[in-house]
């Protein structure tokens, strides 16, 4: 992993400089969005999607995953407005049998229960898109995310830019580019990692309808450190969404984040034998994790 030296190379003027053209950037997203002249825009469309994962197993083994996700989509001629929410918890049992003699030389079996999180994870994000012509716009965000499994607590990214758009009847595509401020609280803190850093973001979101009542949805992210340019983090999700009425639906998604550079975890030092030290070293967590879902959809 890179020195301190290293991650703090870019100079203080120049990330105020590039602070600035973030904030001029999210600023202009509130000035007046164009229009047709002489003609009464159309009134703006609101769409809320609601998803539900759940997940139960007893018996032998106990386990259960409790997952909740909202989309709220408002599109109008002047853009789009998009709020997200979503949470993840996962519980696992494991289950000790033991055997307990009796008095009358028999035996009988008991159980020790210990119930452990093994996934925990939520997020929650804002985003304007205003429409600057039909094949462009510029876009200001702010996502949070807290997983601390991951290796961080907080995760606040701040950003603005701009991009450009295609739309038929059936798929619709953004591709945008912008500049980011990320607030970072990891769980274990790293003395070689800077919690707060201007960076650059890409994007992609395309959305097809394949047939009548099934559509395939794609969203890529990738933010790089402009301080570190090692530290590229990317998100990749893919999910198709089928139909079972005019308000329900199942939904498959394949979510994949991946992290370059990611954070440390603090582990116990033990000796080749087995024998603890009493020493601890910090270590990078894995660089990807995965989160294959099934979903129940409720448009409203």
């Known amino acids: 992993m890179s020195g301190a030296g290293s991650r703090l190379s870019l100079r203080p003027s120049s990330s105020t400089s590039l602070l ?16 047709l002249s002489g003609q009464e825009p159309p009134p703006p469309q609101w769409q809320n999607t609601a998803e539900l994962t759940f997940l139960l197993t007893g018996g032998n083994s106990q386990a259960s995953t409790l997952g909740l996700r909202n989309n709220l989509r408002r599109t109008s001629q002047a853009g789009q407005l998009r709020v997200t929410a979503s949470a993840l918890r996962t519980d696992a049992t494991r289950i000790e049998r033991f055997a307990v003699e009796t008095p ?3 035996f009988e079996v008991r159980e020790d229960e210990d119930t452990e999180r093994t996934a925990e994870r939520y ?37 603005g830019g701009a991009g450009a758009q295609r739309a038929s009847d059936r798929a619709e595509t953004k591709l ?8 970072q609280n990891d769980v274990t803190p790293d003395p070689d990692r800077s919690d707060n850093f201007v960076g650059l973001r890409a994007t992609l979101d395309h959305s097809r309808q394949l047939t009548t009542g099934t ?20 998100t990749l ?44 070293v910090l270590a990078p967590l894995r660089r990807v994790d995965r989160n294959l879902s099934v979903a129940l959809v409720v448009t409203l």
């Open 20 to 35: 600035l053209v973030v904030v001029i950037t999210v600023s202009l997203l509130l000035s007046g969005a164009p229009g």
């Open 104 to 106: 009358d030389g028999d």
């Open 123 to 159: 997020s929650a994000g804002i985003r304007y898109d205003r429409n600057l012509t039909s094949a462009f716009f510029s876009y200001g965000s702010v996502n949070w995310d807290r997983n601390t499994f991951a290796g961080f607590d907080s995760r606040t990214i701040l950003s």
């Open 176 to 183: 945008g580019v912008g500049l980011t401020y990320t607030f």
């Open 215 to 234: 559509s395939f949805e794609l969203a890529w992210v990738v933010d790089a450190n402009a301080q570190e340019w090692d530290d590229v983090r990317g």
């Open 237 to 280: 999700e893919q999910a198709v969404t089928a139909a079972l009425s005019d308000r329900l639906s199942l939904k498959t998604s394949l979510q994949l984040q991946v992290d370059n550079d990611p954070p440390v975890q603090s582990l116990r030092l033990e000796t080749a034998d087995g024998q603890d030290t009493g020493e601890r």
